[in-house]
T-cell receptor, first 111, second 120 residues
Framework: EDKVVQSPLSLVVHEGDTVTLNCSYE??????LLWYKQEKKAPTFLFML????IEKKSGRLSSILDKKELFSILNITATQTGDSAVYLC???????????FGTGTSLTVIP | GAVVSQHPSRVICKSGTSVKIECRSL??????MFWYRQFPKQSLMLMAT?????????EQGVEKDKFLINHASLTLSTLTVTSAHPEDSSFYIC????????????????FGNGTRLTVT
């Protein structure tokens, strides 16, 4: 059975802290892994990862994929209250084009 | 600006009635759209894949007769919750991917803003 698991489920940090969110997967025919940020409503796209070991970076956020160990991490440095959200990772398979989402990590950044 | 529009954003209905939710891609054609359901503090659960001009593909455990999906055009998919019950109350989100070909597989999804359904 295909599975996407994120950890931790929730996290509370203070502004300025650095956080690392984890996403592990067990899927057949893996194609790519994506990270989304969900605040009140619709998730917004952050990164798409297809190759191992290549870091994607956008401002204070960065992400990397390890296809051998089947996981990805999302790093956020110098966190701000605006980073408070649920972070979702999703895996896309080669067969079909559905996105399978992980359980999400709820991040709360305290001033 | 938004590239996927979902309507209505909120609906309250009585038990036993049906509710239709629309999902439109605004500036691109989407041969495939996805419908998700989200429970509080949980991730998005894929319900079904909506294919333009053909039957939707439902995930295991999702009742196709209860959640009717129609993808009549390249920019519109609808989800109808039939004979709604209080346990159907949830947040429903649609999404679409730009592009109509195999090469679009790696394109990120664009999400609608979701519909909060409350069945009383």
């Amino acid at each position: 059975e295909d599975k996407v698991v994120q950890s931790p489920l929730s996290l509370v940090v203070h502004e300025g802290d650095t956080v690392t969110l984890n996403c592990s997967y067990e899927v057949t025919n893996f194609r790519s892994l994506l990270w989304y940020k969900q605040e009140k409503k619709a998730p917004t796209f952050l990164f798409m990862l297809t190759s191992s070991g290549i870091e994607k970076k956008s401002g204070r956020l960065s992400s990397i994929l390890d296809k051998k160990e089947l996981f990805s991490i999302l790093n956020i440095t110098a966190t701000q209250t605006g980073d408070s959200a649920v972070y979702l990772c999703a895996v896309v398979k080669n067969t079909g084009n559905q996105f399978y989402f992980g359980t999400g990590t709820s991040l709360t950044v305290i001033p | 600006g938004a590239v996927v529009s979902q309507h209505p954003s909120r609906v309250i209905c009585k038990s036993g009635t049906s509710v239709k939710i629309e999902c439109r891609s605004l500036d691109f054609q989407a041969t495939t759209m996805f419908w998700y359901r989200q429970f509080p503090k949980q991730s998005l659960m894929l319900m079904a894949t909506s294919n333009e001009g053909s039957k939707a593909t439902y995930e295991q455990g999702v009742e196709k007769d209860k959640f009717l999906i129609n993808h009549a055009s390249l920019t519109l998919s609808t989800l109808t919750v039939t004979s709604a019950h209080p346990e159907d109350s949830s947040f429903y989100i649609c999404s679409a991917r730009r592009g109509a070909f195999q090469s679009s597989y790696n394109s990120p999804l664009h999400f609608g803003n979701g519909t909060r359904l409350t069945v009383t």
